[in-house]
């Protein structure tokens, strides 16, 4: 008897802060992959709400990069940088469950702060935020705002974690995992200079899109602890998640653009086929 699978909706979400290497390409095989092999979806969604690294460049870029793979989506591109009014509603929803609070601190006042507290626990994501802003009154905010003080909004995670409950969510690769977004203190909900955050975004765009299976690197499995928050606060659908591996270079580090790596484009350049890079991660 055979076996039935699931159809799956997943996507490939890219930024485009630079151009794709082998990393990319071996993300959006998978997830393409993956769609097909139980005859679902693929979408194509560009996470571009970060308007201080986001170029139109890198975008036409990676566009041309999954072409020359052979990769194919289905329906029409999402572009995060179109869909700010659905993060305000979502923000709306938590704030006014009461569980934002704006935090006007800078960088280097976070780290005065938590030098002055003899250290901070450290978190996935680096030294936890101290809080220092959450004991602002009404008052002292308000007031503030209107001064017209820059401020990012923050979530009180204890507050909402404990007006969630207990969560967990399924991992293709690791199994049920449980949820401690607490690891991550009261995180970013929206920065103050693109009005959300990659957490949120990604969250109420997965859910919206229909996502089934998020298909990304293992470097963002911490990441879920949020998002599975967020999706309880937000009352919305939970999808399956497949962390999978990540690509490395020769000394064991995995690829990043930050680093530099080597560019698909690069590598076309040389004479390397899609071909050979479809091999050589094992999609051949």
Known sequence: MLQHIPVIVTRFAPSPTGRLHLGHAYSALFSEKT???????LLLRIEDIDF???????????????????????GDIVRQSERGGLYEEALQKLDDLGLTYPCFCTR??????????????HGPEGQIYPGTCRSLTAAEREARINRGDPFSLRLDVAKAKE???????EDAAKGTQIANPALFGDFVI???DIGTSYHLAVTVDDALQGVTLVTRGRDLLEATHLHRLLQALLDLPVPRWHHHELIEDE?????????ESQTLASLRAEGVTA????????FS
């Open 275 to 282: 071909r050979e890079i479809l091999e050589r991660l094992g």
């Open 251 to 259: 000394s064991g580090k995995r690829l990043a653009k930050r680093d």
């Open 163 to 169: 007006m969630a409950g207990a969560l967990d969510w």
């Open 52 to 74: 201080t690294r986001c170029k139109s460049e890198f975008e036409a870029g990676l566009l041309e990069d999954l072409e020359w793979l052979g990769i194919e989506w289905n």
């Open 190 to 192: 929206a920065r103050k």
């Open 108 to 121: 280097k006042e976070i780290l005065a702060e938590i030098e002055r507290a003899g250290g901070a626990p």
């Open 35 to 41: 769609a097909r092999d139980s005859g679902g979806k």
